[in-house]
Every structure is written in structure tokens, then in C-alpha cells.
């Protein structure tokens, strides 16, 4: 069940990755990307699910690329 307003939650990486349950799937259903807790998006695909990743952090955080919009210095977070 969906929490209408989730509590906010500490950010944390661990070997410099966000857990699985801190990232959320967005898509159009053509194109996907996982968005993290801390505004991050690690992994996403470009045109098409099948396509190479444009940015692939999920599997490679040093040489991946990501993409965030977030403040600096960001202590916690919630998704909704």
C-alpha cells in the first residue's frame, strides 16, 4: 500500500552505491531510468529500453555517469 506522506528517510550509499529500495523505475514506456532517493539518475537507457545505457553508475559508480538534481550536502530524503 502506498503511504500518502512517507517519512523522510537518512540518504546512504554503501561502496559508493544507493541500496536497491532507495532507487525508483520512471518511464514513458519507451525509455526507462531508475531515479535515486538522493535525486540521482544512475541508470538510464536512451531511445529505447533495449538501447545502451546514457548513463550506467548503477553497475559503475567511478566510470558509470549519473545525472542529480538535488541540493548539496543532502542528508535525507522521501519518494513518493
Given amino acids: 500500500m502506498c503511504d500518502p ?3 523522510f528517510r537518512a540518504v546512504r550509499r554503501r561502496d559508493g552505491y544507493l541500496p536497491l529500495e532507495d532507487l525508483g523505475l520512471i518511464g514513458d514506456g519507451t525509455t526507462a531510468a531508475l531515479v535515486g532517493l538522493d535525486g540521482s ?3 538510464m537507457c ?3 529500453f533495449d538501447s545502451d545505457p ?3 553508475a548503477l553497475l559503475d ?3 558509470g555517469g549519473h ?3 538535488a541540493p ?4 535525507e530524503a522521501r519518494q513518493h
Fill in 5 to 7: 506522506d512517507p517519512p
Fill in 41 to 43: 539518475i544512475p541508470w
Fill in 46 to 48: 536512451l531511445p529505447r
Fill in 54 to 56: 546514457v548513463f550506467c
Fill in 61 to 63: 559508480h567511478a566510470r
Fill in 67 to 69: 545525472f542529480t538534481v
Fill in 72 to 75: 548539496e550536502d543532502l542528508v
